[in-house]
Every structure is written in C-alpha cells, then in structure tokens.
C-alpha cells in the first residue's frame, strides 16, 4: 500500500541543529508532499517556534506539538485537536516542583509559556531553540485554564533518574517522559504523538497501514508504533528502535532522507 500521510519529528530526526534542515531532506519531504503525500510535523515544540519549518518546507497540513496536545493548522486556523492536563493536577505538580526546586515552565498554548523560578540552564535551553517564556512570581495565579503541556529543564545525568521519580509520584495521573537529555515533559495522560496521529489519519481517512512515521526519541514511541510503518533513526533511544520497523541511517547520514525516498519516492517495502 502506498504511503499517503507522513509524520515527522523535528529535533533529531529533520533537524541538523536547532534550526537548519538538511537540503537532501528538504528536497526528500518537497517531493513527497508534490505526490501528494500529506506530509505532518509531529513535535514537542509550540507552534510559534515550528511553524517557520512548516513554512520552509511548504506545508499546508496540520502540525502536532506540544508532543500531540494540539494538532493545529496555520495555514486555515483550524484547531483539529486540544489535550490540556487538569489545573489540579497542574498545581501538584507546582507544589512538587517548588520543593525539589525544580525549573517547571507551562505551555497554555495560545496564551504562552510562563515559568515561576528558571534556571541557568532553562534559560540557554529555550533561548538556543527560540522560544519566548515568561517570568511570574506565582505559576498558580497563571494556570487557571488546562495548561498543554509542563516541562523540566534539568541537568542530562540527572534528568533519567528525575523522570522515574516524578513517574513514580505522579502514579498515572500525568504523563512523564524525556523528549532530550536535558527535558523532562508532563502532559495529560490522554496525550501521545501516536494519538495525534491516528487523529489525523482519521481526519484524512488514511487507513493505518498507509500511515509513514520517523522519529528518534521516546517521545515518538506511541507514534511509531502506531504507524503502519514506523522508521527509528539509527542513533535513536533503545526505546524508539524497539517501536519501529524499520531502523534508518543516523542524522548525520540524513536518515530521514534516506526512509523517504526508500519507502514513499521509490515505493519500496
């Protein structure tokens, strides 16, 4: 069956850097949205800092962000899907995170990202991929509305052991995972890139099977595996290997490239 929606994740997979796409991946993802392939990118970025990568690459489609808690397209201002975490729950994880001491931003979407007591290193983090955050004395008084999503910004040796923690306490009541060495993401439990994805594909009325997704960390496992093909980059987590089918070249090969013209531009299985 031919491939006819693609899914995307941008940071490790697409992207060389924080901000460039490679010109054998660009022209990979051109061409198969010119077939008319419904090529989406699935990231945990806000929309504000990704949709410079959409319009670089020409996408009309919907983009997932904040790792599936809004499937958003700005090309008509359709919101096809929102997934915000309950405030008490949101205020929980306020308390725990003023007792650990921990630097905890939330997204609220259209309104922005505001953090109560940021680090040196948050600070670089959002600053080095362009995100806009604001400073407040009291996250409470601002998360009055279901935020999208709360992330971490926390030291890389020390973030793993942080993540199993915070699962541990949170007991199912948030989703917890790692979408980089340094970020620890919390969203509603009912949000995953694989969920946005299967949104989507029913939005189109793609079957499953005709469903393509490449990504590289264990934010993209749910999406992975639920594609009907399912590509991990060859530096990818244990985890996200494990969900794919198909294992690609690393990034510094443009895997991504390689994935597209294999199965979508050449029709191979």
Not at 219 to 247: C, F, Q, Y
Request: with cysteine.
């Amino acid at each position: 069956m031919p491939i006819r929606l693609l899914a995307l994740d941008l940071d490790g997979t697409i992207l060389a850097d924080l901000h460039t796409i490679p010109p054998r991946t660009q022209a990979a993802i051109k061409a198969a949205a010119a077939r008319g392939v419904h090529v989406v990118i699935a990231t945990g970025r806000e929309y504000d800092i990704t949709h410079k990568f959409v319009e670089l690459l020409g996408l009309t489609t919907p983009t997932i962000c904040y790792q599936g808690a809004l499937i958003y397209n700005g090309s008509t201002g359709e919101t096809i899907g929102r997934e915000g975490m309950p405030v008490p729950l949101a205020h929980q994880l306020i308390d725990l995170a003023r007792a650990r001491r921990l630097a905890l931003q939330f997204c609220l979407g259209e309104t922005g990202t505001y953090v109560e007591a940021p680090s040196s290193l948050s600070r670089q983090t959002m600053t080095a991929v362009g995100a806009t955050v604001q400073e407040v004395s009291d996250l409470k008084q601002v998360i009055t509305t279901p935020p999208i999503k709360g992330l971490i910004v926390h030291p890389a040796d020390e973030a793993e052991t942080l993540t199993r923690e915070l699962k541990n306490t949170l007991n199912g009541s948030l989703n917890v995972f790692r979408s980089h060495t340094t970020l620890i993401e919390i969203t509603s439990p009912l949000v995953s890139k694989g969920h946005a994805l299967a949104t989507l594909a029913a939005y189109y009325d793609i079957p499953q099977a005709e469903v393509m997704a490449i990504g590289d960390h264990d934010n993209d496992i749910e999406m992975l595996a639920w594609a009907g093909l399912g590509v991990a980059m060859g530096h990818a987590t244990s985890g996200a290997k494990a969900a794919a089918d198909v294992i690609a070249p690393p990034l510094n090969e443009e895997g991504a490239a390689w994935a597209i013209e294999k199965f979508i531009l050449q029709g191979s299985k």
